[in-house]
């Protein structure tokens, strides 16, 4: 399930919500699927020219690190990302970079977890899919860290903006209350998130 149907499952609560009373109290696992998670990664994290700076930008010539071609699956209960890293750790000295720099197949084990209205990821581990040297294990440790530190997805925002949207039966204002997303499950072929809310049609 992709976050537009997620948004249309959100929209037939909003429609029960004004049939059958003026509260509507809900708790619901959503699936989403693993392809269409790494449609969803692809699109919110690698953003850039389907890439994820993890450090510097396009524009930078000797210091930069970013990750591409995301795959996402499950993985003893975990989530997993595999992905390509490209960096280089080097200093421009007389238009030439001097220093360390690699490429390789990295993967990327994570627990995603609920907290105050974002997702965010903890226990992240990074490693390369070969043995590598001094340089990859020092960019596998920083990408854990920064991993952890800097991946917030605002959900209950998404969630209270899909729901509160007037352009939705425009008569009959709502108002998002209590969500929360109570469990996270990593299954075989999907992330289960069992969610819960209260919805007031005023």
């Known amino acids: 399930m992709c976050w537009h149907t997620l948004k249309g499952l959100l929209r037939a609560f909003l429609v029960l919500s004004v049939l059958f009373g003026a509260e509507l109290h809900g708790e619901s696992d ?19 020219d389907g890439r994820r700076y993890v450090r510097g930008n396009r524009n930078a010539k ?11 699956q499950g993985e ?11 960096g280089r750790t080097a200093w421009d000295v007389f238009g030439r970079c001097i220093g360390l720099g690699d490429s390789f197949d990295v993967k990327i084990a994570t627990t995603p977890y609920f907290k105050r209205g974002y997702i965010g990821l903890s226990q992240t581990t990074a490693a390369p899919e070969s043995s590598g040297g001094l340089y990859v294990r ?4 920083s990408l854990s860290s920064t991993l952890n530190r800097e991946f917030r997805y605002p959900l209950a ?43 007031a049609v005023k």
């Open 62 to 72: 000797c210091d930069y690190a970013w990750l591409e071609k995301p795959r996402v």
């Open 76 to 86: 003893n209960g975990r989530l997993v990302i595999r992905a390509r890293f490209t």
């Open 157 to 199: 925002a998404d969630v209270k903006r899909a729901l509160e949207d007037l352009a939705t039966l425009s008569e009959y204002p709502r108002d998002l209350r209590n969500f929360d997303v109570t469990r996270i499950t990593i299954t075989d072929s999907a992330v289960v998130l069992t969610v819960g809310f209260a919805l």
């Open 138 to 141: 020092q960019v596998c440790a």
């Open 30 to 48: 959503i699936h989403l699927s693993f392809p269409a998670l790494e449609r969803l990664v692809a699109k919110q994290l690698f953003s850039e």
